[in-house]
């Protein structure tokens, strides 16, 4: 069980400004179904500039919900200005504090507030800044080296921990130990590559691979197998024969090529159908 | 609060005979059951009758009886035991829905020289036996199977998948955690080589395990050290445990008739009203072969930890398949291989039942879960757009 404070409990419990103002000036929604949590704040604003209502929808966990009633209750009162000046740390003091793990739940809260302050000034959505480093919760470089200077993060743990990012199949910690590294001020240490493949020397083998272990196995149930194109780590491939039309061809993509390659070529091997 | 206990794939309630049948060995009867003298002695010939108890429940032989100190340790130890009997084998079978006590194994052996392959399962849950009997090779050591999944209650076929296994000249374990108690088992109609119990799943308290090692199976020991337990798992053996798993076993052997008939009567009754009473909700897992005692109900658009925690408010206690309760950020390894939407995932509540649940405990939970589902999807904004778009 979390160690959640009383006053996340409260929040929890009877949340604040549960609702939707069909009216608002601003509208900002960050998280998704697959990421477990997702927030839709809305605020209108008075006639003295300040905000004068703000309401919201989570989907998520105790903290999440607790932390999205405490920022409603938070941004009451003030201007924008102020608002935008409200960090995740300060959600999580208004709930004398958040689990450790559950710090991403503040963050979201944040994030929110950002963008319906941004919807409110006209600022077209901005695209997500940078290059995506956790392909599982769609986290940026961006998005991982602020949380590390805001926070003053020190391990990919406490990344996860803030932005989610790394949590999922870890394919990623290389890069977020780089981002932290950086931002510390230490010499990045390269990126272990204990195998370093060049392209070709990658291509040859996963081609090898599939002609040798991958295909004559597909072969005997009438399936087959053909290799596209490899960008990076990302290995695009065809399925052909019964396997084109097997309901569990997705099954057999991830749970077998995917394994085999990772396996036998590149543990950061991802599979995809083209 | 009297709590309102449905996690009983969690652990269970020691039940108060075996609590009596406990307690002098803590006390009084302290006594080493390797020693020479009677008052040591006398504690080992009760060990030697709850080891009796033990095999009886399994239709084994007392001698295939090895206690251990959890379902972990049986579930490490007969993974072990295999691939260290076979040097030369480099490649496990098991399952993608795994407990992680052989789940997390696999992948650390995956790591250190083996190649281990997890069989995956379709959307009710069932294995996909062509996959894991294709897998099959002279280079296997051992296929471990579960027999029953924690969380959603679906019984695998291991009997037959034994049997086949066997054919091949290949070793078989299976975790049995949860199906012990719950179906009959009968070992000496068996193809399984090793089968792990735990204690507290069955009435009997955290810390003791069983093993069964079918006579003839070869077999290196985990723990090194004393002649206990036939030099296969040394240390001083947890006598008071022990004479206690030997009490539960005798219990669950009564108790199964009811747990089959009055306690499946609950869970369905539980299940059916539940889907009847909350929009949007779904059944986890193989409807027709499922323990007695488990339903995995998916309420869509709403997260677990939540409901858990509202149903606390009540003492209603069970578990979820969430990512916030795993510890973890994503669902349970076991719905996400069943490919459980993640709409129906983060939402998905596990009521496990036990012996000691009455029919007022089901209508009570009956009664209090439509409004805890409905007050946090009325904060959710997926149910909002939901209602929206139908």
New interface residues.
């Given amino acids: 069980m979390?160690d959640y404070t009383e006053k996340t409990?409260d929040h929890?419990?009877n949340?604040r400004n549960?609702g939707?103002i069909d009216d608002f000036d601003g509208i900002g929604?960050v998280g998704s179904?697959?990421c477990?949590?997702?927030?839709?704040l809305t605020f209108k604003l008075g006639d003295d500039e300040r905000i004068a209502d703000a309401k919201?929808?989570?989907?998520?966990?105790?903290s999440?919900?607790a932390s999205s009633s405490a920022l409603t209750e938070m941004i009451k009162g003030m201007t924008l200005q102020e608002a935008a000046k409200v960090t995740n740390d300060d959600i999580a003091d208004y709930l004398g504090g958040l689990p450790k793990?559950k710090m991403h739940c503040s963050v979201m809260g944040r994030d929110a507030m950002e963008k319906a302050i941004a919807y409110y000034r006209g600022e077209t959505e901005k695209k997500i800044e940078g290059e995506i480093v956790c392909e599982?919760?769609g986290v940026s470089d961006v998005q991982i080296e602020r949380a590390v200077r805001e926070n003053g993060l020190t391990s990919i743990e406490d990344v996860?921990d803030y932005v989610?990012a790394g949590?999922?199949c870890e394919n990623c910690h290389d890069k977020i130990q780089f981002i932290i590294d950086t931002v510390l001020g230490n010499t990045p240490r390269a990126a272990k590559k204990p195998e370093a493949l060049t392209n070709i020397q990658k291509i040859k083998m996963i081609d090898a691979t599939l002609e040798r272990e991958i295909k004559p196995?597909l072969n005997?149930d009438g399936g087959d197998i053909e290799l596209v194109d490899v960008d990076g780590n990302r290995v695009m491939v065809k399925l052909r024969g019964t396997c084109a039309s097997c309901s569990?061809s997705q099954?057999t993509l991830k749970?077998y090529v995917e394994?085999k390659l990772k396996?036998l070529v590149s543990q950061d091997l991802v599979v995809e159908e083209v | 609060m009297k709590p309102i206990y449905m996690d009983n794939n969690a652990t269970t309630r020691v039940a108060p005979e075996v609590v009596q049948e406990m307690l002098p060995y803590f006390s009084d009867l302290y006594g080493n059951p390797s020693s020479m003298h009677a008052f040591g002695g006398n504690v080992g010939a009760k060990l030697k009758a709850a080891r009796e108890h033990v095999a009886s429940l399994l239709g084994a032989l007392p001698e295939e009886i090895l206690f251990t100190s959890c379902g972990t340790e049986s579930d490490s130890t007969a993974i072990h035991a295999a691939i260290r009997a076979h040097p030369e084998k480099k490649h496990i079978i098991t399952t993608r829905v795994e407990h992680p006590a052989v789940k997390n194994l696999g992948e650390h052996l995956a790591k250190n020289g083996y190649r281990v392959t997890f069989v995956p399962v379709d959307r009710q849950g069932r294995l996909d036996l062509d996959y894991l009997y294709k897998k099959l090779s002279d280079d296997t050591a051992i296929v471990s199977v579960m027999w029953a999944n924690n969380e959603t209650g679906t019984i695998f076929p291991v009997e037959e998948i034994a049997k086949t296994v066997r054919e091949r000249g290949i070793v078989f374990h299976t975790d049995a955690v949860q199906a012990v108690g719950k179906i009959p088992i009968d070992m000496a109609d068996s193809a399984i080589d090793m089968l792990s119990i735990s204690g507290h799943k069955l009435h009997a308290p955290k810390g003791i395990g069983v093993l069964y090692i079918r006579k003839g199976t070869k077999f290196a020991p985990f723990l090194m050290g004393g002649h206990q337990e036939g030099g296969r798992r040394a240390g001083t053996e947890n006598s008071a445990s022990i004479i206690g798993m030997g009490r539960a076993a005798q219990l669950v052997m009564e108790y199964m008739d009811d747990e089959n008939t009055r306690v499946r009567a609950l869970r369905d009754k539980l299940e059916t009203e539940l889907l009847k009473r909350v929009p949007n909700s779904m059944v986890n897992g193989d409807p027709e072969n499922r323990l007695p005692n488990t339903t995995s109900v998916a309420f869509e658009f709403i997260e677990g930890e939540g409901i858990l925690l509202l149903m606390d408010q009540y003492g209603i206690c069970a578990s979820s398949g969430s990512a916030c309760t795993s510890g973890s950020l994503e669902p349970s390894h076991v719905l996400r291989a069943m490919g459980v939407p993640f709409t129906a995932a983060h939402g998905s509540i596990r009521y496990s039942l036990s012996i000691y649940n009455t029919e007022e405990e089901i209508d009570f939970v009956i009664d209090k879960m439509p409004p805890i589902i409905e007050r946090l999807r009325q904060m959710s904004p997926f149910w909002q757009q939901a209602q929206k778009a139908s």
């Fill in positions: 979390w409990k929890f419990l949340p549960v939707f929604e179904l697959s477990g949590d997702a927030l839709k919201f929808q989570t989907f998520g966990c105790a999440a919900i793990e599982c919760f996860t989610k949590g999922g196995a005997q569990k099954i749970h394994t396996e």
